[in-house]
């Protein structure tokens, strides 16, 4: 891994990131913290992936836990919703070119002429799998801090 495509990675989570928080409506001032959240999601699973040599499902539960840590901690700082910061920063994880290859293979076996139809199911399941437990590590990645790192009120 170099330098260059970890900074490549960051410069791309934090620019989808943002984007992600236009649409989810946050407001302007708040768009540097989307961007860091991104940033930091991509920084850390790009490093997991290619310097640790973890695959895909464990360095994004292990972006997600360091994003969501890390926005429990700086929860005063900012104006938004801390859940909508943790999504915003995670969105740019979620596998989409999986997700794509899964939706075409099960659309792949509904045509009349299906060759090697057994294979195109186990291909399609796979990135089937692949997308759920990503998707599935992301969300506890990001539970896990909110409910550690929880203010508690007493009454």
């Known amino acids: ?37 991104g940033a930091l999601a991509l920084a850390v699973r790009t490093y997991c992936l290619d310097g640790l040599g973890w695959n895909l499902e464990a360095a994004s539960f292990g972006a997600a836990l360091i ?18 910061l943790d999504v915003v920063g995670c969105i740019p994880m979620v596998p989409g070119s999986f997700a794509a290859k899964a939706i075409l293979g099960m659309f792949a076996l509904t045509s009349t002429n299906t ?30 801090p909110t409910l550690l790192l929880r203010v508690r009120v007493t009454r």
């Open 67 to 84: 994003v969501g840590a890390a926005v429990q901690v700086l929860r005063a700082r900012t104006d938004i919703s801390q859940n909508a």
């Open 115 to 144: 060759l090697d139809a057994s294979e195109t199911l186990i291909t399609a399941v796979q990135f089937t799998l692949r997308v759920t437990f990503t998707v599935g590590a992301i969300g506890t990645g990001l539970a896990i």
């Open 1 to 37: 891994m170099t330098l260059a495509f970890l900074l490549h990675q960051t410069v791309c989570g934090a620019i989808a990131a943002a984007g992600f928080g236009v649409l989810f409506n946050i407001g302007f001032r708040s768009l540097p913290w989307c961007a860091v959240s």
